[in-house]
């Protein structure tokens, strides 16, 4: 059943509380939250004898009490028409402020290796604006220089990527994640021209780190400072694909063995263009802030786990329908590349998954299917990404669906999912191990439904995807 939220204005000391009229908010409330950087809401109220005094509430540095949480009222316009007076108000969550007004005036002279919570206690330790704080995962270190000399807001504004953290304040209490931490799973999913109809794609290569300095725990009582682990770190297939993209020195007393150092790094440093996408959604399920959902464009046969970090959303409005904007750091630039080549273009060497006859280059293997399975499978290397289709009578979970030769067994095991079309659209997940076998590991229909076997006698099973070897 739609519930409507609850929402009240009153003065900056909380000694008038009143409630704004509804009909109005439906027609223009907004709320914009966006990860570590924004969380505001924008509305506009008519003049009305019956809330007289909610409007002669508007005013900048009240309070705006929406679901719980304070917003500070930092713009507030009126305008004039025929004898009407409508007001916009813009407020702010009270983080915001509160951030700005915590300050440490003196710094931290040199440099030093920073926990989280010890960066976070030498700006709010002992704070005049009440502010409480708790953490929530494993956080990197980070060498700063000089900290201090600055508002909470900009250490935030400055520190919150090193550290890997992400801050959803409640009022006062101000609640740091870390991004694992902050990633909720909830099964959830979003299927393109099923919950959305608008999907726009954007790639940003600004972000890319491929290089840096190394520093794992210091040698105590060392001078000139000394580490366990000191050595220049690169990603060469990162470096390959985009060129150098030198980044800022990485200290990590957790470490003392630079091979597991290096591990860390390849896996949390941004090694790939970043990709953001958003998404413009029928279904207007509750989505949480941090929450991983599952999106997918059958057209394209594609599909990935993305982490919703900003929304746009009227929730007055009971058919609303939200911008949802996911990131996924992980996301491989190749992967979305390859499913979108399949449809707009006509590239050499992907023809067996465009249905093309052409030329095909001495990196191609075609595998007859016998047993249950009957059909023809079709591998083409193209650089370092290996092209998969092939057509079946029948697909079945749990079960291996061939082995491949070099060139096209991977250095590591891969996984993902494919789209399987037959009668319908089915969610299928592989994986490619290091001896070169092709596993079927589950089959799903896009409601979510777990099955054992796809079987069609009469019309061949399509299926396509790639890997990187």
Known sequence: MFKIPTLTISDSKFQTRERLPVADLQKSFKET?????????????????????????????????YNGQEFIIKQSNREMSNGISTYTVTATHRYF??????????????????????????????????????FHGNFPTVQIENLGNSSFLKFGQDYFNSFNAVIIPNNRRWIFYSYDEFKKKNGKKIIYQH????????????????????????????????????????????????GIHRGDVVSDERFTDQNSMSDYENKHQQIEPNITLEVSSFNRKDFDMGEEILLMIPSIKWSTKVVL?????????????PVLQFDNTNLS???????????????????????????????T????????????LTLNLNGNIVYVSFN???????TTLVTVKTPFIPKEKRQGTFYANSDQFYIVSYTIDVNGNININSINTLSGQSIDEISDKDNLIICSFNYLI
């Open 365 to 376: 293997m075609t595998i007859d299917l016998t047993g249950k399975y009957i059909g023809k």
């Open 33 to 65: 939250w966006n990860k570590n950087d924004t969380w505001t809401i924008t509305f506009s109220i008519m003049e009305q004898q019956k809330y007289a005094k909610a409007i002669k509430l508007i005013s900048s540095e009240n309070i705006i009490t």
């Open 309 to 321: 970090n900003h929304y746009e959303r009227n929730p007055f409005l009971e058919y609303d329908v």
């Open 333 to 363: 630039l190749r992967d979305v590349n390859v499913a979108l080549h399949d449809q707009i273009e006509n590239v050499r060497n992907s023809t067996t998954l465009m249905g093309i006859q052409g030329d095909y280059s001495s990196d």
């Open 392 to 398: 079946t009578i029948s697909l079945i979970a749990n």
């Open 97 to 134: 402020n509160d951030a700005n007004n915590i300050r440490k005036n003196d710094q931290y002279s040199g440099s030093k290796t920073w926990n989280f919570q010890d960066a976070v206690s030498f700006y709010c330790n002992g704070n005049d604006q009440g502010i409480s704080t708790e």
């Open 195 to 242: 919950d959305s109809e608008n999907l726009k794609m954007n790639m940003d290569s600004t972000s890319i780190v491929n290089e840096c300095r190394c520093l794992g725990k210091p040698i105590e009582n060392s001078n000139p400072q000394k580490y366990s682990v000191d050595f220049i770190w690169r990603n060469q297939d990162s470096i390959d694909n985009w």
